[in-house]
T-cell receptor
Framework: EAGVTQFPSHSVIEKGQTVTLRCDPI?????LYWYRRVMGKEIKFLLH????????ESGMPNNRFLAERTGGTYSTLKVQPAELEDSGVYFC?????????????FGSGTRLTVV | GDSVTQMEGPVTLSEEAFLTINCTYT??????LFWYVQYPGEGLQLLLK?????DKGSNKGFEATYRKETTSFHLEKGSVQVSDSAVYFC???????????FGKGTRLSVIA
C-alpha cells in the first residue's frame, strides 16, 4: 500500500510569494490532517478534514493559509502571501474513519523556507 | 488544554548505552499515548502506543508504560544503536477524534 505522499519535499520562496503544498493520503482514508513544526518547537495541529469537509480548522494560524481537499482525495495547503514565520516543516497525515486513537500515517513532510 | 512535555535534547549516547526520554502529559480526558520517531530525511513514524493505564507499548527494543498516576509515558531502550539516531516525539490523543498533541521532540544521537 502506498503511504502518504507530500510534495514538494522542499520549497524556498521569498516573503510575499505564494506556495502550495500537496498531500496525497492513503487511498480510502477519510481523515486527513495537516500539522506544522516550526524550528525547535512542537508539532502543531493545523486542521482536519473528514472526506472533503473541514472538521476542525482551529489550528490554522491566520487567513493567509487556505486548505482544500478536492473530492475527498488529495489536499492542498496554500500560503499566500508567505511570511518569514511560516518557515517550518509541514506534515500531512491520514487515518481510516474511527482510527485516530491508533495513530496516523504521516508523510515525509514539506520543508518550507521563506526568505 | 491538553499538553505534552518531554525532556529537552539533544541527547548523545554511546552505542549500547541505556536510553530514557522522559515524557509527561496533561489531558482533560483519558488519552491514548504515542511515541513517534523521525529518522533523518524521513517522515514521522509511529514507534509505539498505549491506550490505557498500565499498558506497555513496545517496538524495536523500545518500551514505554502508560502511568496514569504520574501522567507519564517515558521511552526506554536497554541498548541503543547508531541506527536509533533520530528525533523522538511524545504525543497524545484525547477522547473522541481529537488531533494529536505533540511534545517538542528530543534529538538522539548515538555514536559508535
Amino acid at each position: 500500500e502506498a503511504g502518504v505522499t507530500q510534495f514538494p519535499s522542499h520549497s524556498v520562496i521569498e516573503k510575499g510569494q505564494t506556495v502550495t503544498l500537496r498531500c496525497d493520503p492513503i487511498s480510502g482514508h477519510d481523515n486527513l490532517y495537516w500539522y506544522r513544526r516550526v524550528m525547535g518547537k512542537e508539532i502543531k495541529f493545523l486542521l482536519h478534514f473528514v472526506k472533503e469537509s473541514k472538521q476542525d480548522e482551529s489550528g490554522m494560524p491566520n487567513n493567509r493559509f487556505l486548505a482544500e481537499r478536492t473530492g475527498g482525495t488529495y489536499s492542498t495547503l496554500k500560503v499566500q502571501p508567505a511570511e518569514l514565520e511560516d518557515s517550518g516543516v509541514y506534515f500531512c497525515a491520514s487515518s481510516q474513519a474511527g482510527a485516530s486513537r491508533s495513530g496516523y500515517t504521516f508523510g515525509s513532510g514539506t520543508r518550507l523556507t521563506v526568505v | 488544554g491538553d499538553s505534552v512535555t518531554q525532556m529537552e535534547g539533544p541527547v548523545t549516547l554511546s552505542e549500547e548505552a541505556f536510553l530514557t526520554i522522559n515524557c509527561t502529559y496533561t489531558a482533560t480526558g483519558y488519552p491514548s499515548l504515542f511515541w513517534y520517531v523521525q529518522y533523518p530525511g524521513e517522515g514521522l513514524q509511529l514507534l509505539l502506543k498505549a491506550t490505557k493505564a498500565d499498558d506497555k507499548g513496545s517496538n524495536k527494543g523500545f518500551e514505554a508504560t502508560y502511568r496514569k498516576e504520574t501522567t507519564s509515558f517515558h521511552l526506554e531502550k536497554g541498548s541503543v544503536q547508531v541506527s536509533d539516531s533520530a528525533v523522538y516525539f511524545c504525543a497524545l490523543s484525547d477522547v473522541g477524534n481529537t488531533p494529536l498533541v505533540f511534545g517538542k521532540g528530543t534529538r538522539l544521537s548515538v555514536i559508535a
